[in-house]
């Protein structure tokens, strides 16, 4: 009988879509990323998978709202409030943040992109679904792909929960129009980001819906250009290129950026441009390519957070990354 980690895609279609594979095209990796996608990335979650999102405090959530622009979030609870019941299933017992767009986006039937990742050991599983079920208490995803991802550019931090008596600061949703300084602030300095982007056809395959992944680099791997916009570097990866991908045929993004010390989420819908030439695209070390968002709305979730992180480290991975300061144009 054949074991479950043997087991790769069974599909008859490809686990990329055309927007994937053009990318893995130009890069020259189409042949090698179509045997190593049909290993590794399955219409299923491997027990390890199951057991490590049913130990986590967070996920982070890609969805998509009824005008069709991406938003990333983020949910918690206590280790537990994730079950899966079986390796297709994904149950979640929490609801959204206050303020936050998955209270609009989170509809039976819709596209939904999950990344688990666990600062403290730099460990992640990508999962993309369909929502099978919404009630009062959460909802569940029925699973179309799961896979893991490495590492890199992962800092490590420690999670401490907040206590009752501190978590009641929490203030309403702000929302703009264009990134105020307190935003600009946040996000010149940030280390991580989370982008959501999404690619459906009218025929739903399997391969398609909406992803979620994360980007890390060096504090300030982020520069802000004017009050819409800001630009960051695309670090060579896993090379399946599904965020890539996804914005190839459809630019609209959405980016969530976390203050990990005070307990604020930033959240952005927008549209994304890939750069793929450019004279500072060739100054910054380890860089693969270059986007740049624009942004159209934001949600400023202000202490939202019911736990705190302690920095430990910064990846390794970084030591081969540039820095913006640093680029000679």
């Not at 403290?120 to 029925?142: D, H, K, L, P, W």
């Not at 959405?254 to 060739?282: P, V």
Request: overall charge negative; some cysteine.
């Amino acid at each position: 009988m054949q074991h479950e980690k043997d087991k790769g895609w069974t599909q008859g279609i490809s686990p990329f879509h055309g927007g994937e594979q053009a990318i893995q095209t130009r890069l020259g990796v189409r042949d090698r990323m179509e045997n190593i996608g049909r290993r590794f990335i399955r219409e299923f979650m491997l027990d390890t998978h199951r057991k490590f999102y049913e130990q986590l405090p967070f996920v982070i959530l890609g969805s998509v709202d009824a005008e069709g622009r991406p938003w990333a979030s983020l949910i918690s609870g206590q280790p537990g409030f994730i079950a899966a019941p079986d390796a297709v299933t994904l149950q979640i017992q929490a609801r959204p943040l206050s303020g936050d767009p998955l209270n609009h986006t989170l509809r039976h039937h819709a596209d939904i992109g999950l990344l688990g990742i666990e600062l403290e050991t730099r460990r992640r599983n990508r999962m993309n679904g369909r929502i099978q079920a919404v009630s009062e208490n959460g909802f569940a995803i029925a699973v179309t792909q799961s896979f893991g991802n490495c590492p890199q550019y992962i800092q490590k931090r420690q999670l401490s929960w907040l206590s009752e008596q501190q978590t009641t600061g929490a203030q309403e949703a702000q929302h703009f129009s264009q990134l105020t300084q307190p935003i600009q602030q946040l996000i010149a300095n940030a280390d991580t980001l989370f982008i959501a982007s999404r690619y459906t056809e009218n025929n739903n395959s399997i391969n398609q819906g909406v992803d979620v992944s994360h980007r890390g680099g060096k504090p300030g791997f982020v520069r802000i250009e004017d009050e819409r916009t800001f630009i960051f570097p695309n670090f060579t990866g896993n090379s399946f290129y599904n965020t890539l991908g996804n914005l190839l045929l459809d630019n609209r993004v959405g980016i969530l950026f976390l203050d990990f010390e005070a307990g604020d989420l930033i959240s952005i819908t927008g549209q994304a441009d890939i750069i793929w030439e450019s004279e500072e695209l060739k100054a910054f070390d380890g860089a693969e390519q270059l986007v740049r968002i624009t942004s159209d709305k934001i949600v400023y979730l202000p202490e939202a957070l019911p736990f705190r992180w302690d920095f430990q480290e910064y990846s390794p991975s970084l030591a081969f990354t540039g820095e913006w300061s640093k680029t000679k144009i």
